[in-house]
């Protein structure tokens, strides 16, 4: 089934991963792969995801996770993981 | 499995660079709108153009948010409504009410603009397309969202030079009719020679004869893509330099074919094609003067600037058609004036004229666009540069179109404000030396030999 992938940018800080996770386990989204790394204090974290159990709408989910950011002052990005795949892969 | 570092790579793309799809666009057959009388037609064409398309922009939205890429514009083509109007309308007048027709259903679905307030005239006019055309000013003046253009010619059949002089007054007269807004309708007039059936892009997009009955085509940009691409190269060769275009090119097309398919799955319209276009704005770091000052010019207009400007579009293409299952339109770089800080920058500093641009059109899409000369040009004026622009396009079987607007009350040193994707433009100075004899001779000039292909 399609991927969604989720981006988290921004100032490093105390708990985004929990809060991010915490987010994603009470809406029944399943991650799949998790990678983070820190360049020049900035946080930087890719997932991808499985959505097809959460009884939210892509755009629900998109928006509400933009707001999780905005709480803990990173920018969070959710894209269906076919832009990723039209672009890099033949 | 996607890695992080191709993840980062699409959303600079996407947030630094200006990457977008610059237009989902639906084309439209109205074939089975024409009527007799002309409110029938009118009721046709509102209802048909509603139906298809009330769900354009919505999509257009969604797909949008799931991918992350903005698609900057959801626009309509229509068959040209010449062919449309043939039965009822008899007056410019009765032509004018279907332009509004057309201006207020594009309002009710929200798209920013509709295309095919228009004649196709290559090599003779009818007395309805006469009358379309005679109808542009008043069409053009009491709408905001409909687009027009005329094909004056055309490799096959030469160039149709009565029409062609009747265009320089009509441009003149839609400045004139517009001077309010600085002679804004111009901006939304286009004549063409080898106009595409098939292309998304305004102001020239128009739903042809050859095309079913309601299709998707999207446009690509990405100026900006290319010229970050271009930045890490600074000093290469030329093998480097055009593989580094046609990567780049594969890369943003890709992403157009992706929202084509989705756009068309979506909409449960068949895909038409990709039109592989860079198109600037007037944003800073999406131009397409920037690229070739990136290739290695101080502005553009310099010496080789041509050369440049032929292997971007070259390589553009190179890269796109591999990354599309169909591609059409214009397909080239875009250079118009206004719509590219680059290109303004160029006039400003004085390396880039009238004359210049006109070479450069030679090697590109789609023709002199988006230029601003002084109002008090003469109306044969207009009709000679548009000649020599057609001529550029019948000869080397190219598509090739000139907007160009006389800014009523306003000369050369004055700016012009247009707004929005339109930009500002400087007025530029034209060649005055009289064409008057050459433009009134009447008829058409012939098709030109291709080597006896037949």
Redesign the interface.
């Known amino acids: 089934m399609k991927k969604t992938?989720i981006?988290v940018v921004g100032k490093d800080g105390v708990g985004i991963i929990a809060k991010v996770c915490t987010y994603l386990a009470n809406n029944k989204i399943n991650i799949e792969?998790i990678?983070q790394?820190i360049v020049h204090g900035y946080f930087?974290m890719?997932m991808?995801v499985d959505m097809n159990e959460s009884s939210k709408s892509?755009?629900e989910i998109?928006s509400e996770l933009a707001e999780v950011g905005e709480e803990i002052g990173v920018v969070i990005?959710?894209?269906?993981?076919?832009?990723?795949?039209?672009?890099?892969r033949i | 499995m996607i890695t992080r570092r191709e993840v980062i790579e699409t959303n600079e793309m996407i947030q630094k660079e200006n990457l977008d799809v610059r237009t989902i666009t639906m084309g439209i057959s109205l074939l089975d709108c024409m009527d007799a009388e002309l409110d029938t037609c009118c009721k046709k064409i509102r209802d048909k153009i509603y139906n298809k398309a009330k769900n354009l922009v919505k999509t257009g939205k969604d797909i949008e948010k799931e991918f992350g890429i903005p698609i900057v514009n959801k626009r309509i083509s229509v068959t040209p409504i010449g062919l449309i109007g043939s039965s009822c309308c008899r007056t410019p007048e009765d032509f004018a009410k279907i332009a509004k027709t057309l201006d207020d259903v594009a309002k009710e679905v929200g798209v920013n603009f509709i295309g095919g307030y228009s004649a196709l005239v290559s090599k003779g006019s009818t007395p309805s397309d006469e009358l379309l055309m005679k109808s542009i000013p008043l069409a053009l003046s009491i709408t905001d969202r409909v687009c027009s253009s005329v094909n004056l010619g055309s490799t096959k059949t030469g160039i149709n030079m009565d029409a062609v002089r009747l265009m320089g007054d009509i441009i003149k007269e839609t400045a004139e009719l517009t001077k309010e807004q600085d002679s804004l309708g111009c901006a939304k007039l286009v004549v063409f020679c080898n106009a595409p059936d098939d292309n998304p892009f305004m102001a020239g997009a128009f739903h042809g004869v050859t095309e079913g009955d309601c299709v998707v085509h999207v446009g690509v940009s990405g100026p900006g893509v290319v010229k970050t691409a271009l930045e890490k190269v600074r000093g290469e060769n030329f093998e480097v330099l055009c593989e580094t275009v046609k990567k780049t090119a594969f890369k943003v097309t890709r992403v157009g074919q992706l929202v084509a398919k989705e756009a068309s799955a979506r909409l449960g319209v068949p895909f038409g094609i990709i039109d592989l276009s860079l198109a600037p704005t007037p944003a800073i770091g999406d131009s397409v003067a920037d690229i070739l000052c990136e290739i290695g010019l101080e502005h553009a207009g310099a010496p080789g600037t041509t050369a440049a400007l032929a292997l971007l579009n070259d390589q553009v293409k190179k890269g796109g058609v591999m990354a599309s299952s169909y591609v059409g339109g214009l397909s080239g770089a875009f250079i118009p004036v206004s719509e590219d800080q680059g290109m303004i920058n160029a006039v400003e500093a004085g390396a880039l004229t009238l004359e210049k641009l006109e070479a450069m059109t030679c090697v590109c899409s789609v023709g002199l666009d988006m230029i601003a000369i002084p109002g008090d040009t003469k109306a044969t004026t207009i009709s000679g540069i548009i000649a020599d622009e057609l001529a550029i396009g019948m000869v080397n079987a190219k598509t090739t179109a000139v907007r160009i607007i006389p800014v009523i009350g306003k000369g050369v040193g004055e700016t012009v404000e247009f707004g929005g994707l339109l930009g500002h433009a400087p007025i530029m100075p034209v060649n005055n030396f009289s064409c008057d004899a050459f433009v009134n001779r009447g008829g058409r000039i012939p098709a030109p030999i291709h080597s006896f292909k037949n």
């Open positions: 992938i981006t792969d990678s790394t930087n890719m991808v892509f755009g998109s990005r959710l894209q269906r993981e076919e832009i990723f795949d039209s672009m890099h």
